[in-house]
C-alpha cells in the first residue's frame, strides 16, 4: 500500500461536433474535471466527470478547495473508506450534482490507480464474476436524429452485437415518438431491446401518456420520464404502466 502525496485538478472545457439534443436541453459544451491522483510509489490514476454546460466551476472548487486536501496521506488502496469519509465531509451538500461529479472523479482515479498497480482491467478489480455481459449503446438516439438516422444507428449497433439502443424521446407530439420506436421496433425486430429515455421532461399526465402510446413497442425501460425528485409521481406512473420505470441517475 502507498500513501496519497498530491492531487491535481483541472477542467477541459470539450465543445460537441454536433448540438446533442435531447427532452429538455442542448448537449453545447462539455465541462470535463479531471483529477489525477499521484502515491508514494509513483502511480498515478486519473479520473474525470462531465457537466453538459454548467457547473463546471463549482465542482472544480469542491475538489481543490475541500476533497483533494483530504485526500493527502490517505492509503490509496482503501477507496471505499476514502469515499465514505469524503461523502460525510461533504454531506451538509452531498445532495446534489455537483459533489456527486467532484466525488464521481475522484473515485475513479483512485480505481484508475489501483487498477495500474495491479495491471488489471478494472471488472477484474471490481470482481470480474461474468465472462460476458450484456452491452446497449445510446450514441445513436439524440432528439436530434432523423428517424432514418436513427434506425440505421440502430441496424449497426444490433450487427456490432449490441442488444440494445436507447432512444431519446420528448418531440413535441407523441405521435413524432411513437414514429421513431415504430420504425426502430421494425428494422431490428423483437430480440433487440429498446430503451426510452425522457431526462425529466414530462408532466405525469405526458408521461402516463407517452408510456400507454409506446407499449406495444416491448419497450425495456422508461428513463427518466418526470423530475428526479418527484417521488409521488413516479410510484404513480409506475402503477399505471406495465414498462419498467428507471430512475437514479
Not at 26 to 41: M, W
Not at 108 to 122: M, N, S, V, Y
Not at 145 to 166: C, N, P, Q, R, Y
Amino acid at each position: 500500500m502507498a500513501k496519497i502525496t498530491r492531487v491535481e485538478a483541472l477542467m477541459v472545457d470539450l465543445k460537441p461536433k454536433v448540438r446533442r439534443t435531447d427532452a429538455i436541453q442542448s448537449f453545447v459544451s462539455q465541462e470535463t474535471p479531471i483529477v489525477r491522483i499521484f502515491d508514494a510509489d509513483g502511480g498515478v490514476g486519473t479520473g474525470y466527470s462531465y457537466t453538459i454546460g454548467t457547473g463546471g466551476p463549482s465542482v472544480m472548487e469542491l475538489i481543490r478547495r475541500t476533497l483533494a486536501p483530504a485526500l493527502i496521506g490517505r492509503e490509496a488502496s482503501e477507496i471505499e473508506r476514502i469515499w465514505r469519509d469524503l461523502l460525510f465531509l461533504t454531506h451538509a451538500t452531498s445532495v446534489g450534482a455537483i459533489t456527486s461529479l467532484a466525488l464521481a472523479a475522484i473515485d475513479t482515479a483512485l480505481w484508475d490507480l489501483k487498477c495500474r498497480r495491479h495491471g488489471e482491467p478494472l471488472h477484474r478489480m471490481a470482481g470480474g464474476a461474468q465472462a460476458r455481459v450484456p452491452l446497449y449503446t445510446t450514441e445513436g438516439g439524440w432528439l436530434h436524429i432523423d428517424t432514418k438516422a436513427l434506425v440505421a444507428d440502430a441496424l449497426e449497433a444490433k450487427a456490432k452485437g449490441f442488444g440494445g439502443s436507447k432512444i431519446k424521446i420528448g418531440r413535441p407530439h407523441v405521435s413524432e415518438d411513437v414514429a421513431r420506436i415504430a420504425a426502430v421496433r421494425e428494422a431490428v425486430g423483437p430480440a433487440f431491446e429498446i430503451m426510452t429515455d425522457a431526462n425529466q421532461g414530462f408532466t405525469i399526465d405526458e408521461a402516463i401518456r407517452r408510456a400507454r402510446c409506446l407499449t406495444p413497442f416491448d419497450i425495456a425501460w422508461f428513463e427518466e420520464p418526470l423530475t428526479a425528485d418527484d417521488i409521488s409521481g413516479h410510484v404513480r406512473l409506475s402503477q399505471s404502466t406495465t414498462i419498467p420505470v428507471a430512475v437514479g441517475e
